[in-house]
């Protein structure tokens, strides 16, 4: 690794560090301007004025939210993610549970609608202009233009309410056998799928197409190399950074796309535990939450700008 990109390196870390510190800051005092008072929902309305004021002297709630935010900030970075107002548990033994069902949902998902993005943006790149080119563009204009909600909702009242092919709702319990498996991930895994993939394929075209523009390209085409030749050879390599970027882009639409669907069909993960949070006003729990949510996004942008370098061959000939 020569100079250049060492210090291109060492300025996205300094700047995902950075980002992650304002995040924090804003994720602890976004979740403080929740209606309601925590100690009077934990005690319920018939509490008195001294019952609450000693749960809130108990749970530091008495105490300025610049010092708090100074000792939740603290707790994070030594991995303490603090205790659960609500049920007086640790809160990283409350995620540890449900982050491995978001993790096998997004591996999924992954798994399902990158293949298929790729080879249809990479497709119609190489078709550009054909009828192909056109159905795909259509496709994946209409598929962005519908909210997850609204794929999921659908999802639910054609296959589980109409066909009854499918659950309505997907618990990875006691899953035994592949076809069990693959019924119980079918609907979250689509509706998370269709945004995913229809933003892959946009912006896996554009580059590819960007790629096949240049004059290299356009040499090897005058030589007659063929169609697939130029593009396996010629322009993938080429822009390979710009479709990883468009990979972790597109699988970040992950992270806001996964608390409707966990919430439709309510699967126990990370989002939904967040959801259930907010009803409790738990806020050790919708803090921690919502930083995992952003560390996800803030890594996958990261990845994609280091891939980007480290795939620029003017940089690694520097």
Known sequence: MNALIARLVAKRLGIMLISLLIVAFAVFFATELLPGDVA???????????AVAGLRKAMHLD??????????????????????YANNREVADLIAGRLANSLELAFVTTLFSVPIALTLGITAAMFRGSTYDRL???????VISIPEFMVA???????????????????ANDVHGLGELLRIYAMPVITLSFVVSAQMIRMTRAAVIDTLDTAYVEMALLKGASRRRI???????????????????????????????????????????MVDAVS?????????CAMIFCVSYLLLILIADLVAIMANPRLRNQ
Request: glycine share 8%; net charge positive.
């Open 40 to 50: 009077q929902i934990l005690l319920g309305q018939s509490a008195t004025p001294e």
């Open 63 to 84: 105490q300025p939210a610049f010092l708090r935010f100074l000792y939740w900030l603290g707790g994070l970075m030594t991995g303490d993610l603090g205790r659960s």
């Open 136 to 142: 795909v563009s259509v496709f994946t204009v209409s």
């Open 153 to 171: 909702t659908l999802a639910v009242l054609v296959f589980a309410v109409y066909l009854k092919w499918l659950p309505a709702l997907s618990v």
């Open 231 to 273: 593009v396996l050879k010629h322009a993938l390599p080429n822009a390979l950074g710009p479709i990883v970027n468009a990979m972790a882009l597109s699988l970040s639409y992950l992270l806001g796309g996964v608390i409707i669907v966990e919430t439709i069909f309510n699967y126990p993960g990370v989002a939904k535990l």
């Open 280 to 288: 409790t006003r738990d806020l050790p729990l919708i803090q921690s």
